[in-house]
């Protein structure tokens, strides 16, 4: 479901230049209102389309730190292609933040916008860029959409890749980027969705429930977001498997499991991925 998209899936996304995605690209842009030259020779944020991320074109274990960081903290979000804005540290730009907001106002316009914006990093290696970067990813932390970064750099470039970890970890290691976008509402939501994917539900009193052990779970010292949501679905499909459940998850099973040592772990401080499952 949450993946991060490195060099090992994705060819460079220079390999598209020129080629359909170009096209592709003009056409969304049109469909925008933008015209091509207007993005080239003002250098604006605007509204269009990119690959997934593309974060190096080799690899490094500097790098794969970044990504192991990114994938944990689970703030970049993929969905096939999705609106980005370009952001070129600009001097005379006095808000990126207002700048961006604007930019992804516009990709609200489109039909296929799913509350996945992409923002493309240029020049992020001076000073400036540090500065925006620092702005963008506290603005992206507390905002309703999922807002992913895509910064230029080689995973050959050990130069390079230092300074964007270094860029990058303190963001990640605030837990705050995660607990602020999470309300016992949303996890019990994406928990919801994951069994619906295996075909089952709760039934009413059960959402109350669920929502109830969720607002526990967010509050707890070692909540992980998405992972945590994964897990305790995991935790509910194998206990409904052993049940029998084939459908509709009872609420009583749930009770049973927010009293389960197992559920304990999720919100203690103790590893979440403890492999202490919930047996019913």
Not at 271 to 276: A, E, F
Request: contains cysteine.
């Amino acid at each position: 479901m949450n993946n991060i998209n490195t060099a090992r899936n994705y060819p460079a996304a220079d390999s598209y230049v020129g080629g359909s995605f170009e096209k592709e690209e003009k056409r969304l842009m049109l469909r925008a209102g933008h015209t091509p030259e207007k993005k080239r020779t003002e250098g604006n944020p605007v509204g269009a389309y990119v690959l997934p991320l593309e974060i190096g074109f080799g690899w490094s274990s500097r790098l794969e730190q970044i990504v192991e960081m990114v994938r944990r903290a689970d703030i970049f979000r993929f969905d096939g292609m999705v609106p980005y804005i370009e952001v070129r540290p600009d001097p005379h730009l006095d808000d990126p933040v207002a700048a961006v907001q604007t930019a992804i106002n516009a990709c609200r316009r489109f039909n296929s916008f799913r509350g996945v914006v992409g923002v493309r990093m240029d020049g992020w290696e001076n000073d400036l860029g540090s500065y925006v970067v620092d702005k963008l990813i506290r603005f992206a932390a507390g905002h309703r959409d999922n807002i992913i970064f895509v910064f230029g750099i080689s995973g050959s470039d050990e130069e390079k890749v230092d300074q964007l970890y270094s860029l990058l970890l303190p963001h990640f290691s605030l837990r705050r980027l995660e607990t602020e976008r999470f309300t016992a509402h949303t996890l019990a939501a994406n928990i919801s969705r994951q069994l619906d994917e295996c075909g089952l539900t709760v039934d009413r009193c059960g959402r109350e429930e669920l929502l109830r052990m969720c607002g526990s779970a967010v509050e707890g010292s070692s909540f992980q977001g998405y992972r945590t949501a994964g897990i305790i679905a995991d935790d509910l499909i194998g206990a409904a498997s052993e049940r029998g459940v084939r459908r509709r998850i009872p609420a009583s099973l749930l009770a049973e499991y927010a009293r389960s040592d197992a559920f304990g772990l999720r919100c203690s401080a103790e590893d979440p991925q403890c492999t202490t499952g919930f047996k019913a």
